[in-house]
């Protein structure tokens, strides 16, 4: 197959580094993937895929027209409009849903009017897909799934093969000191001030608890004013390599705050496919990594006194970290962008 991928920026963040994976595991599979953008090919990005930087009017129509492709894909809501007249080849790529976010309050009426056409949104869940569907029962939702780069994310000690130097016996070495907590802190659903009030009632019981936040856009000053916390690492505009040499440098433990409007959680996952027990939000796409649900601790959302009491008691619980990390590399090992590219392959088999 001819397939077209159309990001509007390649600025480090999940979203983007999830369809460069995915073009790079579809051409693997022998397709012929070419990826259209406004912005430069991503330095940050460590595979190879064929790649077109376009500029000027109306750039992605004139490459829609320039090759004939069997299958456009669109990766954001503002490419539906523009690539309309395609709608026969036309597919959305959903990794979130924008009317969960308080950032798009005013565009109520473009985000379901796109929902609503009669084109193949492919979501990187199924928990996503369905609520969707239920949203718009008139769409066509369906789930690739999501992948994960084994070679950047593995435990301390190399690939999980069942041991690992960071454990001793059947519970972690040293205690659980670290808090992880990713995200940008003006993104709504990320929620990463609820995370910083954790860490600050976490840490009045246990005062040398640490905190290293992880983010793509500094507002570390920002985030010291408004919850007076502030990160004894603060690591901006990191490499994906780097974020697994950061995971594995310390005994951890993740903590995400996000709401339920979180499309898939991808970091919360990379850092279990470290090792680090997590502490996750009860929100359905935490719950819907894997079943049993045995591999996190979960919270509500919302609820900064019970992730703080969730923390302190990992930290504290060498037995409970060594089940969650066990059960946390278990299911990470379930993902691959292998396993993506052969759904995707199917879905777009039978899309029409």
């Not at 609820?303 to 969730?310: S, T, Y």
Request: hydrophobic share 40%.
């Amino acid at each position: 197959m001819k397939i077209a991928y159309f990001l509007e920026s390649t600025a480090l963040c999940g979203g983007v580094k999830v369809v460069m994976n995915q073009a790079v595991a579809l051409s693997k599979r022998g397709h012929d993937v070419v990826l259209f953008s406004r912005e430069a090919y991503p330095s940050w990005f460590g595979g190879n895929v064929p790649f077109v930087h376009v500029d000027g009017a109306d750039p992605f129509l004139y490459a829609a027209e320039s090759r004939n492709f069997d299958f456009l894909i669109a990766t954001t809501l503002a490419h539906i409009p523009e690539l309309s007249r395609f709608a026969d080849r036309l597919v959305h790529l959903v990794q979130g849903y924008e009317g969960d976010y308080s950032e798009t309050k005013g565009m109520e009426d473009i985000i379901t009017r796109c929902y609503s056409m009669e084109i193949p949104k492919i979501t990187v869940s199924r928990e996503l897909a369905s609520r969707l569907s239920a949203l718009y029962p008139k769409g066509r939702f369906l789930s690739c799934g999501q992948g994960l780069e084994h070679h950047l994310f593995y435990p301390r000690g190399g690939h999980w093969t069942g041991t690992d130097p960071a454990f001793n016996g059947n519970s972690p070495a040293r205690t659980l000191d670290t808090v992880f907590l990713v995200g940008v802190f003006t993104i709504s659903i990320k929620n990463i001030g609820d995370g910083l009030r954790a860490f600050q009632g976490a840490s009045r019981k246990l005062p040398n608890l640490k905190l290293v936040r992880i983010s793509t856009v500094d507002t570390r000053l920002e985030e010291e004013c408004l919850t007076g916390v502030r990160a004894h690492e603060y690591h901006v505009h990191l490499n994906p390599d780097r974020v697994g040499d950061i995971f594995r440098a310390s005994n951890g433990i993740f903590l995400s705050p996000s709401s339920s409007g979180e499309g898939f959680g991808l970091p919360a996952l990379e850092a279990m496919a470290c090792g680090i027990p997590a502490v996750l939000t009860d929100i359905p796409s935490y719950r819907d990594f894997g079943y049993p649900r045995d591999y996190a601790l979960f919270v509500p959302p919302g609820d900064v006194d019970a992730m703080a009491h969730a923390v302190a008691g990992l930290s504290r619980d060498r037995d409970l970290g060594s089940r969650l990390i066990k059960r946390g590399l278990d299911v990470a090992g379930r993902y691959s962008y292998e396993k993506v590219a052969e759904k995707l392959e199917e879905l777009l088999l039978n899309v029409r």
